[in-house]
């Protein structure tokens, strides 16, 4: 059996201009993820990010820890299959349709990127649609589709990573949620509710062979449970 850890990315940079890169909380995340791996000696064969920046900078921060404490490390390898979904395309094209059908979002809407509780409400609602639904979206990659690219991210690095190899893959939340039905078998609508619950810079494991792959842990957040600060525990 192999060992596969799907890690979120540290907290992006919600409300900004360039969402898709670290907040300094995100990299004090990132390192305390680092900190943890290292103390607890863990060791791995090969590590993989999506194309993201927040991806690629929480894996740089782990790398980076390690090397300056003169371990040896494998090289960061690039695979898109683990992207995050287009959150923007998806509100763009279902927010106004889902705001008509919900007349009680238009408070919420007026605070849309003020207020991220608001924002969540809004949020959960539109991915709720969008996996559920049953209509192609011009222009947004469906559910099923999103699934299916992870599915082959998975499968590529499996492949590439024969017995008894330990992988880290640096991702988001969207794609470990569609791991975790992968080894599941949960139903869409119970995905979602998985999603909303996987913090930032935390570790969701899996072990695979040949033939199977199994979930043998989810979420852990012990790097940052154990600087007994509730604000480094983070979700969007």
Not at 43 to 54: I, L, N, Q, S, T
Not at 153 to 167: A, D, F, I, L, S
Not at 221 to 233: F, I, M, P, Q
């Amino acid at each position: 059996m192999s060992t596969l850890y799907l890690i979120r990315h540290g907290q992006a940079s919600f409300g900004t201009d360039h969402y898709d890169r670290l907040s300094e909380r995100g990299f004090i995340q990132s390192e305390l993820l680092a900190k943890y791996l290292l103390k607890i000696d863990h060791k791995f064969d090969a590590v993989y990010a999506g194309e993201m920046k927040r991806q690629i900078d929480t894996a740089e921060k782990v790398l980076s820890y390690y090397r300056e404490a003169g371990r040896m490390v494998p090289d960061l390898q690039i695979l898109p299959e683990f992207n995050e979904y287009d959150s923007n395309g998806i509100l763009k094209a279902l927010v106004r349709d889902i705001a008509r059908d919900n007349p009680d979002m238009e408070a919420d809407m007026l605070l849309f990127y003020s207020d991220k509780k608001a924002f969540q409400r809004i949020f959960e609602k539109v991915i709720l649609r969008w996996i559920t639904g049953d209509k192609e979206i011009p222009g947004v990659t469906s559910w099923q589709d999103f699934r299916e690219r992870v599915a082959r991210g998975m499968n590529k690095v499996m492949t590439e990573n024969g017995r008894g190899k330990t992988v880290l893959v640096f991702t988001s939340g969207g794609p470990i949620s569609a791991a975790f039905q992968m080894a599941t078998g949960i139903s869409d609508a119970g995905t979602l509710r998985v999603v909303w619950h996987i913090v930032n810079t935390a570790v969701s494991t899996f072990v695979y062979n040949g033939e199977q792959i199994s979930l043998t842990s989810f979420n852990n957040r012990a790097h940052l449970d154990l600087e007994k600060n509730s604000s480094l525990v983070t979700y969007r």
